[in-house]
C-alpha cells in the first residue's frame, strides 16, 4: 500500500471506467425485480405457493443487504477492482445455478448466492464514482448511476417477460452468463486500480445484524401464513419481529462504541448523508413492493402473457432512461433537494392512480399512464439522493459510505418483498374470505375464475395503495435535505475529516500519486 492521501483522485478516464461498471451494475439490479413478473410461473413449473415465491426475491435481497456493510470495507481494504471482480464471478455462477434448479428450495438457496455475489460489487460502482469524479463533476456521473439503478430495477419484468414466453423461466438466470463475462472483461481493462485503506472487521456487529434482519424480514413475510400467531411452542409471529427489532437495537449501541464500527457514526453527523439514507430506504421499498401487485393484477386477473404484462412497465423504464441523465445534468447547477420532494410527490401520485386503475373491464392501455408518472418519479430521485449522500463523504470512506447507502437501499427492498407479501395475502382474505386460498391457486394458471375476478382486483388494488403510503416518508425525509454549500475549486471538506495540509489535493505535489494502476502495489 502506498502513502497517498485519501483526497487525492487519480489521474485515469473516467467514464469508461464507469461505463465497464455499469454493466455488471445493470444486471444485479435487474435481477433484484425480473422475478416477480416469474411468480405465475414458478408457481406452475415448481409447484409453490406465492409466498414461497416470494421468498425467491427475498433471499436475494436480504442475502445482498447484510453483507454491503462489510463489503464496501473489503473495497476499501483489497481495492474496489478487485473486489468487485470477485463478486462478478460470484452472481455469474450463481447465475448458472439459479437456472439449472428443479425445486423452489434449491433455486432459494441459488438466489441467495447470487445475492451475495451482488453485495460484493454495488458499493464499489459508487466508491469509484466517488474516488475518480471530482465533487462538482459527479452530478452527469451520479445520473448514469441513477438512470442504470432506476431503468434496471424496472426494465427487468419487461426483459423478463420475453424469456419467459419465449425460452422459459430458466432464462432469466441463463442470460446472465454472457453479460457476466462482458462486465468482467471491460472492468479489466478500464477500470484503475485505486489505493487502498487498512480496515478491521466488526464480525459481532455483522453477526447481529445478520440475525436481526432475518427475524424481522421472516416475521413480517411469513406472518399471513401463520394468521400472525404461533409459529411453534411458545415462539409467535410477533415474537420473531420484536426480537429482531431488539437485536438491531443492541447493534446499533454495540456499533457507537466498537473501535472501527461498520457504520461510523461520524458518518452520520452529515446530514445530508443521514435524510438521503432514510430516503433511499423508501425508495427500495417502493420499487420492490409495487411490482407484485401489478404483476398478478395483469395476469391473473386481465389474462395477460408475461411479456404483454411486463410491457405495462415500458413507459417507467423510457422515461427515467431519457430524464435521469438530464436531472444528473441539472443537479450539478442546482438544489438537488427539489428534484427529489417533486420526485417522491409524483411517486404517491402514480401510486394513487394505479390503484384507481386496477379493476375489471377497465381498458389495460390506462395503466400506462401511471408508468409514465411513475418514470418520471423515478428519474428524479435516484441521482440527486446519491449527490446529496455523498456529497461530502471523504475518500478514505467512500467505500464504507457507499456500503451503507446501498445497505440501506436493499434493506428498504427486502422490507419492501415482505410487506406487500404480507398485505397481498391480508387483503385476499379479506376481498375472497374462504374463496382466497382459491385465488392463490388460480395465480398459477392464466387467468382467475371470474366470480373471484373483481375481489381479487380490489384485492391489488388497496396493496398498491400500501406503497404510496410509504411514499409520504420520502417527502418528508426529501424535504430536510440542506442545500450544497459552495467550496473552494478542488477542495474536499469533510465533516468526518477535514482537510489538511498534507491531504489536500490543492496544496503541493508531494504526496500526489498521478499513476492509479500502481497504487494496489
Not at 274 to 296: K, R, Y
Not at 507 to 515: I, L, N, P, S
Amino acid at each position: 500500500m502506498t502513502g497517498v492521501p485519501p483526497q487525492s483522485l487519480p489521474t485515469t478516464k473516467p467514464w469508461p471506467a464507469l461505463w465497464s461498471l455499469v454493466i455488471g451494475f445493470f444486471m444485479i439490479l435487474v435481477d433484484s425485480t425480473i422475478v416477480s413478473i416469474a411468480t405465475p410461473a414458478l408457481m406452475r413449473s415448481l409447484d409453490a405457493s406465492i409466498t414461497a415465491v416470494v421468498w425467491v426475491t427475498s433471499a436475494y435481497l436480504l442475502a445482498y443487504a447484510v453483507p454491503l456493510l462489510i463489503t464496501g470495507r473489503l473495497g476499501d481494504m483489497f481495492g474496489p477492482k478487485r473486489v468487485y471482480l470477485v463478486g462478478l464471478t460470484v452472481f455469474t455462477l450463481a447465475s448458472a445455478a439459479c437456472g439449472l434448479s428443479n425445486t423452489i428450495e434449491a433455486l432459494i438457496a441459488a438466489r441467495a448466492v447470487q445475492g451475495l455475489g451482488a453485495s460484493m460489487m454495488t458499493p464499489q460502482t459508487m466508491a469509484v464514482i466517488t474516488r475518480i469524479f471530482p465533487p462538482d463533476k459527479r452530478g452527469p456521473a451520479m445520473g448514469l448511476w441513477g438512470s442504470v439503478a432506476g431503468v434496471a430495477s424496472l426494465v427487468g419484468p419487461v426483459l423478463g417477460g420475453v424469456l419467459i414466453d419465449t425460452l422459459g423461466w430458466e432464462w432469466i438466470f441463463f442470460v446472465n452468463l454472457p453479460v457476466g463475462v462482458i462486465g468482467f472483461l471491460a472492468v479489466v481493462r478500464h477500470v484503475p486500480s485505486l489505493e487502498r485503506h487498512p480496515h478491521r472487521f466488526d464480525w459481532f456487529g455483522v453477526a447481529l445484524n445478520v440475525i436481526g434482519m432475518f427475524l424481522i424480514v421472516f416475521g413480517i413475510q411469513e406472518g399471513q401464513t401463520y394468521d400472525w400467531g404461533t409459529i411453534t411452542g411458545p415462539i409467535s409471529v410477533w415474537s420473531l419481529i420484536i426480537a429482531g427489532a431488539v437485536v438491531l437495537v443492541f447493534f446499533a449501541i454495540f456499533q457507537s462504541r466498537a473501535a472501527e464500527p461498520l457504520v461510523p457514526p461520524a458518518l452520520f453527523r452529515d446530514r445530508n448523508f443521514s435524510v438521503a439514507n432514510g430516503a433511499i430506504l423508501v425508495m427500495g421499498f417502493l420499487v420492490t413492493a409495487m411490482m407484485f401487485p401489478m404483476t398478478l393484477f395483469a395476469q391473473t386477473a386481465r389474462g395477460l402473457t408475461p411479456t404483454q404484462a411486463a410491457l405495462l412497465s415500458l413507459p417507467l423504464a423510457v422515461i427515467t432512461g431519457v430524464l435521469a441523465p438530464i436531472v444528473g445534468r441539472l443537479i450539478d447547477r442546482s438544489d438537488p433537494k427539489w428534484f427529489a420532494v417533486g420526485g417522491f410527490t409524483l411517486m404517491v401520485v402514480s401510486m394513487a392512480v394505479y390503484a384507481w386503475f386496477m379493476r375489471p373491464g377497465i381498458s389495460i392501455l390506462w395503466l400506462l399512464i401511471p408508468s409514465g408518472m411513475f418514470g418520471a418519479a423515478n428519474a428524479c430521485i435516484w441521482g440527486p439522493l446519491s449527490v446529496s449522500a455523498t456529497r461530502n463523504l471523504p475518500l478514505h470512506r467512500a467505500g464504507a459510505g457507499s456500503g451503507i447507502y446501498n445497505t440501506t437501499r436493499q434493506i428498504g427492498a427486502v422490507l419492501g418483498s415482505a410487506a406487500i407479501a404480507a398485505f397481498m395475502e391480508a387483503q385476499l382474505s379479506a376481498q375472497l374470505g374462504s374463496a382466497s386460498g382459491d385465488a392463490g391457486m388460480a395465480a398459477m394458471g392464466t387467468r382467475i375464475p371470474a366470480p373471484l375476478e373483481m375481489g381479487f382486483s380490489t384485492a391489488m388494488s388497496h396493496s398498491m395503495l400500501m406503497p404510496g403510503a410509504v411514499a409520504v416518508l420520502g417527502i418528508v425525509a426529501t424535504l430536510l435535505l440542506a442545500p450544497p454549500q459552495a467550496r473552494p475549486a478542488g477542495r474536499r471538506p469533510s465533516p468526518t475529516h477535514p482537510p489538511t495540509k498534507d491531504s489536500d489535493p490543492t496544496r503541493g505535489t508531494e504526496h500526489r500519486t498521478t499513476d492509479p494502476t500502481r497504487q494496489e502495489s
